[in-house]
């Protein structure tokens, strides 16, 4: 299964579209807030999640973990309980992490960046440098682009189905996505 984890202040745009392409590539993917079902994003759309954290199986096997930007929602789920036991969770089932934009920041506090790097989008040098060893916004397993949009989103999306499919397949559905 694919979590993508949702906290008020969440950046819907890059949230809600590798949810939507991970699914019509075939695959499991469940949102889960921190907090209460309806999410609220940093554009004022509320979202209802699939689960609350506290209605999510952890004797279910996870292989992708995704931490949506936005600042604010990334500062919220940097202050909850239930991101380190889903890391944790994670890291036992071999799983992946992936994060976009201000969502690094929660991996670097953590200890989890292992020194790779990439750049950051203007406004969030300051908030990211406290948590990274290298000075710089973060890449884990080739998985984190810190720039904001659709666009990047979109990207960010085709590079998890790279990831979770075979190249074949991959590449089929990214054909179907620009027809």
């Known amino acids: 299964m694919i979590i993508v984890l949702l906290a008020n202040g969440f950046e819907e745009i890059e949230a809600l579209t590798p949810v939507d ?32 954290y506290d209605e999510f199986d952890f004797t279910t096997d996870v292989e992708l973990v995704i931490f949506p930007g936005g600042m604010p929602g990334s500062l919220n789920l940097d202050g909850s309980e239930f ?36 750049t950051c989008y203007p406004g969030f040098e300051n908030e990211l440098r406290g948590a990274l060893t290298t000075g710089d916004a973060v890449v884990t397993d080739g ?37």
């Open 143 to 179: 998985l984190i682009t810190t720039a904001r949009g659709m666009g990047v989103a979109l990207e960010f999306s085709k590079e998890l189905i790279s990831l979770m499919l075979s190249a074949d397949k991959a590449s089929e559905l990214s054909a179907q996505i620009m027809e």
């Open 21 to 52: 392409m991970l699914k019509r590539a075939g695959l499991t993917v469940k949102t889960v807030s921190i907090a209460e079902k309806t999410v609220t994003g940093s554009h004022g759309i509320a979202v209802v999640a699939d689960m609350t």
């Open 83 to 118: 991101v380190n036991k889903i890391i944790a969770k994670a890291n036992k089932d071999g799983a992946r992490l992936a994060a976009i934009c201000a969502a690094p920041l929660i991996l670097g506090r953590r200890g989890l960046l292992n020194g790779k790097r990439a």
